[in-house]
């Protein structure tokens, strides 16, 4: 077995705390079974781990663990069975239901925390025009610089305890549910009678259900009261939102040096940075990767990390054209591999090793540290393969727009969902992803998803493996369905019951699965140097050498058959798939 001293050597279990079963215990149960042992040495376990309120786990509340699902002693269990943990350290925003935003909520103008968040209109104050609504629009050649992740500007009204609506920055997700009233909550507006309030609470309440606008709706006689009785609407009104963090506030700093200090208690190896590069924020640039403002803060983030034992790994989705990845890496951070997956379903679906063998070289000899993938929380990503124009050069992506297209039409005929990027009026201005299970995006063909699966685990870096891959997971309609809107992601988060792995363990693509990663985790030739031959273009060849140990794929990518040689103890062993 490999020396695990650093276990960014073996391979990595993705997942929820509640992914399989009901909670971490069940699915450390499941890491406890014969057929679990040795399989992983490193566990990214989403942020529900954590307390939070939206976007599965990344509208974070605080760090603190969520008992609901994770308790101390699971932690001990995961350092027992010598798994290495990596979390989540969301630096762009907080949920509105945070105590620091809680706290603005409640105090307005005179909160500890006015400056913690990003109040719309003081940013682009003299930038831009003030609207109808109240809100700013900032001038157009700063909007055109404006990186969106939904349509509309980005931003969540919310009302201060004098009544005065705020616009806060919100890049992400943002749900607002108004509550039903009773008619004793207005009965302290003065000159409000016990049937007045009951008139004014019907009216309200009528409106709620048939989901209009409250701020637009005529009180007619009763329009004397209709500031006073909606404040007490909005007061007990539920909001939901990922809220931009201010980063020129000390409070921000503090606030991170608090949280990577517990995460590392935690037993953290790995600290994930969502979404870090829409943190800097500045009137005339983008607010996608600043620079040099985006670099002063990962180097800011590092120290601290520094000082917590803590390896940064910064999460960053743009075209391959950027160079951003090339950018990070120089730094020394490790990078994610997002072109992998692309480039897999391109490999497999056209017979050709040509786009892979060039990302692959690529790692190699710019020396890139990389975590990769196949599938993963979020979509599969397609963005990431283009080309960029840069400075009036254009450069060229690791597939052509043709071939792009071309994965994501195999993907949306297997039933997958197109996730776009648009501007801020509104307009689609590029696709991003494509949500679906791997599985699924290759057909449901299990050959075909354990070659992927082989030629993930001998591909530089460290492979991290969402856990519904693992069990061959088709996509999830009736999830999708229930979450409603924007909730395409829910297509690959199936929660499997214990009784449900039970049954999966017993299929052969799932037992294949487990005795190819148990090999990548476990073999000392994964230590050393790694070599792609020389082949026909139809043909992958990998050796993986340490010592006297190797290890060694073959795959004919038309046919889809593979082979792997390994050394054990001095004798050459081989398996044919």
Request: aromatic share 12%.
């Amino acid at each position: 077995m490999k020396n695990m001293k650093n276990h960014m050597n073996g391979v990595m279990l993705n997942a929820y705390p509640d992914s399989i079963g009901n909670n971490l215990h069940d699915m450390i149960t499941v890491l406890k079974k014969p057929e679990f042992k040795d399989l992983f040495s490193l566990f990214y376990v989403l942020p529900t781990f954590f307390n939070s309120d939206l976007d599965r786990g990344f509208s974070i509340i605080d760090y603190n663990i969520n008992k609901d699902l994770v308790s101390e002693k699971d932690l001990d269990d995961l350092e027992k069975l010598n798994i290495k943990l990596k979390f989540d350290i969301v630096l762009n925003h907080l949920s509105v239901a945070s105590p620091q935003f809680k706290d603005l909520l409640k105090n307005g103008h005179n909160s500890k925390y006015k400056d913690f968040f990003i109040n719309w209109n003081n940013f682009w104050n003299n930038e831009g025009t003030l609207g109808a609504d109240g809100v700013v629009v900032p001038k157009k050649e700063h909007l055109d610089k404006l990186f969106m992740r939904k349509s509309g500007l980005p931003i969540l009204k919310v009302r201060f305890p004098d009544g005065s609506e705020q616009a806060y920055w919100n890049t992400f997700y943002q749900k607002i549910t108004y509550q039903k009233i009773k008619p004793e909550e207005l009965t302290d507006i003065p000159y409000v009678s016990l049937t007045t309030a009951k008139e004014i609470a019907n009216k309200i309440n009528v409106a709620i259900e048939e989901n209009e606008d409250l701020f637009e709706l005529d009180f007619r006689e009763y329009s004397i009261y209709k500031k006073e009785a909606l404040q007490v609407v909005v007061l007990n009104s539920c909001y939901l939102g990922q809220m931009d963090v201010n980063a020129n506030s000390p409070l921000v700093w503090e606030f991170y040096e608090e949280t990577l200090q517990k995460l590392s208690n935690f037993g953290c190896k790995i600290l994930r940075l969502d979404a870090f590069a829409y943190l800097h924020k500045q009137v005339g640039e983008s607010n996608f990767f600043n620079k040099p403002g985006t670099w002063e803060y990962l180097e800011r983030i590092k120290q601290i990390a520094l000082k917590n034992n803590l390896i940064l790994l910064p999460e960053i989705h743009a075209e391959y054209g950027l160079d951003l990845h090339d950018e990070v890496a120089e730094k020394g951070y490790h990078i994610y591999d997002f072109f992998l997956p692309g480039l897999m379903i391109h490999t497999l679906e056209k017979g050709t090793n040509k786009a892979l063998l060039n990302w692959a070289k690529e790692i190699i000899t710019k020396g890139y540290q990389t975590v990769n993938m196949l599938g993963c929380h979020d979509g599969i990503p397609v963005l990431d393969l283009k080309g960029k124009e840069v400075n009036g050069t254009y450069n060229k992506g690791l597939l052509e727009d043709s071939e792009i297209e071309n994965i994501m039409t195999t993907i949306m005929d297997n039933g997958g969902m197109v996730k776009n990027l648009y501007n801020a009026e509104g307009k689609k201005i590029s696709y991003y992803q494509i949500n679906a299970t791997f599985y699924s995006a290759l057909g449901e063909n299990d050959q075909k998803m354990l070659l992927a699966r082989a030629i993930q685990l001998f591909m530089p870096g460290t492979p991290q493996i969402w856990y519904l891959d693992i069990f061959a997971g088709s996509n999830d309609y009736e999830a999708v369905k229930r979450g409603g809107k924007d909730s395409h992601k829910e297509i690959n988060r199936t929660n499997l019951s214990l009784a449900t792995v039970e049954h999966k363990l017993e299929k052969e693509i799932v037992a294949n699965q487990l005795e190819l990663i148990r090999l990548r985790n476990t073999h000392t030739a994964f230590l050393g140097k790694i070599t792609f031959k020389d082949t026909l273009e139809n043909e992958l060849n990998v050796i993986w050498k340490h010592k006297d140990e190797t290890a060694e794929l073959k795959a004919n990518l038309n046919s889809l058959q593979f082979n792997i040689t390994y050394t054990e103890q001095g004798k050459k062993k081989s398996i044919n798939f």
